[in-house]
């Protein structure tokens, strides 16, 4: 008899990325298979029991309902409880599931072969930067909705990034004795900051060092723009007519985040240095 097969033990041991499984392997089954592959799942792995107390699994998949996806997901979640790796793996192997992944969550892939996401490597090093900063502005609060938005939540993390480089460039001016920061429009906010820590110049380098300073401070401007830009378009803090929001994948989520708290980081720095 061939041995069982397991669920990576990477993947089995770590509660973000099992609960990513579930999730993630209930979307792309819902949308591969039908309710005639489901009832031979169902027999394949002695599943029995369980769906004769689930009566509306096999109604809600046959007919579309809006709580198919759900039912799937408490199926999912049941297995992977029960440590039934040869249940999970026969749905996360299938060719059409491992498509819907390759189209919808490679990173996924990536982790499930034990290879780190780079972008969730860039992302780390930036909440390793803020934290190296907070005993001049405290942002551990916005460094934890980060961490707990991705990959999960990119709207989340768009309007977070937004928020924390708001809060940071507020709080520098006020504590440089500007009087009603809070009244400054964003684009004003970015100006003054840059301004103040002598980063946006109004006479010309004289410089390499100088010039080249001016340059990353632009692209520093750019960046704090594009993130507000970001934010009112995909991001979260406006309402948004429902099922008109623009989308937005959580590799651009975290690249705009990762960016973002090096940004803020760099920011403080100056404020130090300043």
């Known amino acids: 008899m061939p041995a069982s097969r397991r669920v990576p033990s990477h993947v089995r041991d770590d509660d973000g990325l099992i609960a990513r499984l579930r999730v993630k392997l209930a979307e792309a089954t819902a949308a591969r298979l039908d309710v005639s592959e489901w009832q031979k799942f169902v027999v394949l792995h002695q599943l029995e029991a369980w769906a004769e107390h689930q009566y509306r699994f096999f109604r809600s998949i046959e007919w579309g309902d809006a709580d198919a996806e759900g039912n799937i997901l408490r199926l999912i979640s049941y297995v992977v409880d029960q440590k039934n790796d040869d249940a999970v793996l026969d749905l996360f192997e299938r060719p059409t599931v491992q498509r819907w992944f390759k189209q919808n969550d490679p990173a996924f892939l ?74 400054l429009a964003f684009p004003d906010l970015a100006t003054r900051c840059l301004t103040e820590l002598g980063l946006v110049g109004t006479t010309p380098p004289t410089t390499k060092r100088e010039r080249a300073i001016r340059k990353i401070a632009s692209s520093a401007r750019t960046m704090i723009d594009t993130a507000n830009e970001l934010r009112n378009a995909a991001g979260t803090g406006h309402g948004k007519v429902v099922g008109e929001e623009e989308l937005i994948s959580a590799d651009d989520a975290s690249l705009v985040a990762s960016s973002g708290l090096i940004l803020a980081a760099w920011l403080i720095r100056h404020g130090k240095e300043a």
């Open 110 to 183: 990536d982790l499930w072969k034990g290879q780190q996401d780079p972008l969730l490597e860039a992302l780390g090093h930036g909440l390793a930067e803020v934290q190296d900063v907070n005993d001049v502005i405290d942002l551990s609060q916005y460094a934890s909705r980060l961490r707990a938005a991705l990959p999960a939540d990119p709207q989340l993390a768009i309007g977070t990034t937004k928020d924390l480089l708001e809060a940071t460039m507020r709080t520098i001016l006020q504590r440089r004795g500007f009087k009603n920061v809070e009244a």
